[in-house]
């Protein structure tokens, strides 16, 4: 089995910074890439950032110059750090892994719980 646990939503106020956190764990034979999803009240999920194994990101326009994503493999960790953060910026926010687990044929998805951040003075 595999387990994403995401940590590091909260309130937070306009102009402020949070650092989301997401731990894989379990039968994990490789991790290729990882993102951010995040889904506000009434709307659809939508991509934030993602990073590929060569080290590669892409962002949301809408993100772009404030959050920055990372990852550190040796932990199979993935972090978000957000910068500037804006009441627009609040949602759940979600981990993806495109992964592959010890034994299994092919690479999969998984999601996390999901964090809530949000941004309001």
């Known amino acids: 089995q595999v387990q994403l646990v995401e940590s590091g939503g909260g309130l937070v106020q306009p102009g402020g910074s949070l650092r989301l956190s997401c731990a894989a764990s379990?039968?994990?034979?490789?991790?290729?890439?990882q993102g951010w999803y995040r889904q506000a009240p009434g709307k659809q999920r939508e991509s934030v950032a993602r990073?590929?194994?060569?080290?590669?990101?892409n962002y949301a326009d809408s993100v772009k110059g404030r959050f920055t994503i990372s990852r550190d493999n040796a932990k199979n960790v993935v972090y978000l750090q957000m910068n500037d953060l804006k009441p627009e910026d609040t949602a759940v926010y979600y981990c993806?892994?495109?992964?592959?687990?010890?034994?299994?044929?092919?690479?999969?998805?998984?999601w996390g719980q999901g964090t809530q951040v949000t941004v309001s003075s």
């Open positions: 993806n892994n495109y992964l592959l687990r010890i034994g299994a044929p092919d690479w999969e998805y998984y």
């Open positions: 379990g039968s994990i034979a490789s991790i290729t890439s």
């Open positions: 990073i590929v194994s060569g080290g590669s990101t």
